[in-house]
């Protein structure tokens, strides 16, 4: 049975449609809204390994098993890996593959993430702002004995927690695409990744 293409032709395509999902996720104010493109954005990211390996296909390159393909990928990327088990465990009610439950993901959620920062005297740099993917919730001072020891900054959003560490959904799902665009160009020159 031919897929329904939706106007979507190739790797490329799909490749492209992750980052419109990204910053519609991005931009999204509604939490209900955020979850949707969360789950869209790991759907596509996941799928675009399949539509990679016909890419190469289509291009003539000798991909091999299409399995061992995607399998190498999620390894040779965290955050291909993480996405994989984010758009699996989110879509089906009840995954019954053991392979694809190696991989652990513990939670995806709006959430908190806790920086902290040790003070080094007089030449410190100044506490840390900005995290990719959080908002600023607030900074402040670790005292001990009366004096700083350190800063706790405290960063707000959807938040990926793989094995008790913690990272924001949006620097994930950058990697990842920026893994996927780096091998469709690598196709396209005519090279299999070093991965393979």
């Known amino acids: 049975m031919p897929s329904i293409r939706l106007g979507l032709e190739s790797a490329p395509d799909f490749l492209a449609k992750a980052r419109r999902e990204l910053q519609r996720f991005k931009n999204a104010d ?32 000798a991909m091999g098993d299409p399995g061992n393909f995607l399998g190498n990928a999620r390894n040779a990327n965290g955050s291909v890996k993480l996405l994989h088990k984010i758009a699996d465990t989110t879509k089906h009610h009840t995954l019954s593959r053991q392979n694809v439950l190696e991989i652990q993901v513990d939670e995806l959620g709006d959430g908190r993430l806790a920086h902290h920062q040790d003070f080094l005297g007089i030449d410190v740099q100044a ?48 990697d990842a695409i920026s893994f996927w665009n780096v091998v469709i160009q690598a196709l396209d020159d005519g090279q299999l990744p070093d991965w393979m």
Request: net charge negative; with cysteine.
């Open 30 to 61: 509604k939490e209900q809204d955020r979850a949707d493109h969360a789950l869209n954005l790991a759907v596509t990211v996941h799928h675009l390994g399949d539509w990679t390996y016909h890419h190469g296909v289509q291009l003539g390159l």
């Open 127 to 174: 506490p840390r702002t900005d995290l990719p993917g959080g908002r600023l919730l607030y900074v402040r001072t670790v005292i001990d004995d009366d004096e700083i020891v350190g800063y706790e900054t405290v960063y707000e959003g959807t938040v990926v927690l793989n094995g008790g560490n913690g990272q924001f959904f949006d620097p994930i799902c950058e």
